[in-house]
């Protein structure tokens, strides 16, 4: 039996057999690495809150610094929250749960709804057909030619960097996430209500140490930097140069993976605030391997290593792109546009 098969994009990829024979070792979650994890994460992220409190009265010169870098701590938090979400990062389920929902409070995200809906993310990824769940919105060039002049419009915007990076993320975790969505069914409903409950607590009481006025601009600041970081992330994992994306029969699970999630290559401190989620291909082709294991797999296998990783300066190209082309295999900006009416102009004739 062959240790390769050929994707529908032409590449060599493992067969299952061969990746989950790889990986298995790397899911067993360390319940030592898991709490110094939390250790190294929550505690700095609580001590930052407490010298913002010092500093407050001091200089607000003092206190912006330390909110952007509890927002960058917010990010690791989030990355915990979410190997919970996939019950990867304990081997207990009670201790997944209950730091997720804790973790779920200071990232203002109902831990149960979330997970509903990010394992139809990983369900989904790279499938053109089931897009709509989890992801950035993303339309192909076909059907951004046939969509009314509204719906066109309505996309550019949501596609602005400054839409997409700044303004949706502070609306993401503030405004949308505090209600569920109408395919939940009830116990992920109810999460939503709870967590919406366990935030206006939180949020009182830390009004009342701060100041309501002090608490929000702090409290504003943590949420965006992380927010802008978290979005930005994510959008680079599934939105760079020769991404995966088929239609349903055609759509693969190992290549969606392999070649539809990147190999985020950070400098090693924003690896450490990330919690190593740039290793995405790996994430996506085992979401049981837990973030702190994440560079371990990727070291120990050659099928890894040959992915071709994206530095940070190389992301940026992502700014620039905007649909996908069908025919062409590949995403394209709206310049693309130009280009299809150079070529559907007749030739003058000689």
């Known amino acids: 039996m062959t240790n390769n098969s050929i994707s529908s994009s032409g590449k060599l990829q493992p067969t299952v057999e061969v990746w989950r024979e790889i ?171 709870a967590m919406n409950v366990a935030i206006l607590a939180m949020a009182i009481i830390l009004s009342r140490v701060f100041g309501f006025q002090a608490y929000l601009l702090i409290q504003l600041i943590v949420l965006m930097v992380a927010g802008s970081a978290g979005v930005w992330l994510f959008y680079v994992q599934h939105q760079f140069e020769g991404v995966y994306w088929e239609r349903g029969d055609d759509w693969n699970y190992t290549a969606a993976a392999l070649q539809g999630s990147s190999f985020y290559k950070l400098p090693r401190i924003l690896q450490w605030f990330s919690g190593n989620i740039g290793f995405h291909h790996i994430h996506h082709l085992s979401p049981r391997i837990p973030n702190y294991n994440l560079e371990r797999c990727h070291r120990a296998n050659p099928l890894f290593q040959s992915v071709k990783p994206i530095t940070l300066f190389a992301s940026m190209k992502s700014f620039t792109y905007r649909l996908w082309d069908e025919q062409g295999r590949r995403l394209v900006g709206y310049s693309h546009f130009k280009q299809l009416r150079k070529q559907s102009r007749p030739t003058p004739q000689s």
């Open 23 to 193: 990986v298995a070792r790397y899911q067993r979650p360390s319940t030592s690495r898991a709490l110094w994890q939390i250790m190294n994460t929550v505690i700095p992220y609580g001590a930052v809150w407490y010298l913002m409190y010092l500093c407050r009265p001091v200089s607000w010169w003092l206190v912006v610094p330390l909110a952007v870098l509890a927002g960058g701590l917010l990010v690791r938090v989030f990355i915990i929250f979410h190997d919970c979400g996939h019950g990867s990062f304990f081997h207990s389920k009670l201790a997944n749960n209950t730091v997720g929902v804790i973790a779920g409070l200071l990232t203002f995200t109902s831990y149960y709804h979330w997970r509903w809906e990010h394992a139809i993310h990983h369900s989904s990824a790279g499938d053109l057909d089931r897009r709509g769940t989890g992801d950035v919105w993303t339309m192909t060039v076909q059907e951004y030619l046939e969509s009314s002049r509204w719906k066109r419009f309505a996309y550019r915007l949501a596609r602005n960097p400054i839409v997409l990076f700044i303004i949706a993320p502070l609306f993401l975790f503030l405004i949308w996430q505090r209600f569920p969505s109408l395919k939940a069914d009830r116990r992920e409903r109810h999460s939503v209500y």
